[in-house]
């Protein structure tokens, strides 16, 4: 999902937030609970979220009228905050301060609006910043700012940090950084991937809406022009010129009358009952269906595993294999094997379940990758010259998104194409 400017100029907005909060707990602290002796550092460090914040504000309004980088821009903002952040924690005695902890709100930012490795690298960032603070004052490299706790002893005592102490901090902060930025960019990836299957449903029903009725307005003229021409062909029958002529119109009237009836097909409102199913059946009735249509350069062969029953209703399962078959068929014009293959599935992080899949698989030509992204959009077809109307496909992930199952495409050209579908087994 792409970001847009908003993104950054909410960040920008909430840092002025901390930028006071720094101000009001530093005030507090050292007024009137006189916990942090020496204050005026973290003052400077405030001033220096101040200012910076400016710079990112004035930066964005100068590029308003462009098209900003949105995730640099987030991932310039975080790297600053992490270093205040740090600087902070170090002013008021990072290894003992509660709020060390506060670096998970810039992990949970980072792996919501960066993308890839990105929200790791600052994961990384946040635990060597902190590390590198911690063993530089253990060392004694750089000064410890103790805090003013009521439990401490008074002065001149002083107080010495504990190896074992300050590893078990530094494994339970890495761990938490790690934790959080994992468990947030899988439910990231999840909440993107539902949403696209949102965006897509509700795209299908539009356009079956749409098409309806322009289906209904081909279909009923067509029939008439087909009838004229009937008798127009019985007329100049002995004519083989006009004969052809009439032939190509004729071939052309029955390929719309076959994508108007599949656009009719296609939007017409569809009653689904879920059931347990047994996918060995339904490969086995796709086949019989499909029979011996196919060329004899292709060979079909069939590899059905001890597969559970699945949710969902079989005569749509079979109309969804139906077509992944004739898609596969096509896309083997010099012969080939297509292959169907039944399995379980086991659980990952796509899956949080055992599932069910089913793999259709040809050993064609393969989809060119700047096609994948669009093989599932509605009309989009690269067989238009062969009669595809774009539908099947699109239908297809519609019909098994309706029975909480998914479609999952990978291919390679040159040599083939494997679909799978994946669905949930029915609970007994």
Known sequence: MRLSPEAARWFVRVRWLACA????????TSTLLNVVPNPAPL???????????????????RRIAGEPNVEQSIFLQITCDLVALTLLLYFT???????????????????????????????????????????????????????????????????????????????????????????TTSIHRYVDRAFAEFRQKEKMVGIGQLVSGIAHQIANPLDGVQNCLQRIGERVKDDQRLNEYVQMMT???????RTAKRVQTFARPRGMTLEPVDVNQAIEGTLQ???????????????????????GDYYTLQEVLFNLCTNALAAMPEGGTLRLRSYLLARDEEEPIDSVAIDVSDTGVGIPRREMERIFEPFYTTRGDAGGTGLGLGLCRMLINEMGGRIAVHTALGQGTTFTVILHPAKE
């Open 43 to 61: 003052y400077l460090v405030g001033l220096a979220m101040v200012s910076y914040n400016f710079a990112f504000r004035w930066r964005q309004r």
């Open 93 to 183: 005695d990072l290894p003992r301060n509660p709020f060390l902890f506060f670096f998970v709100f810039h992990m949970i930012i980072a792996s919501m609006y960066l993308h890839g490795r990105m929200p790791y690298l600052v994961a990384g960032m946040a635990i060597g910043l902190v590390g590198l603070v911690i063993g530089l004052e253990y060392v004694g490299v750089l000064p410890p700012f103790p805090l003013n706790l009521p439990s401490d002893p008074p002065p001149p005592a002083t107080r010495s940090l504990d190896a074992i102490y300050l590893l078990g901090l530094l494994i339970a902060f890495a761990s938490t950084m790690g934790m959080a930025v994992y468990f």
């Open 21 to 28: 909060a720094v101000f009001f707990a530093t005030w507090i």
């Open 251 to 257: 071939e052309a009237l029955e390929r719309i009358e």
């Open 289 to 311: 269906v499909l029979g011996s249509s196919h060329r004899s350069d292709i060979r079909v062969e069939t590899h059905l595993g001890e597969v559970v029953p699945v949710l």
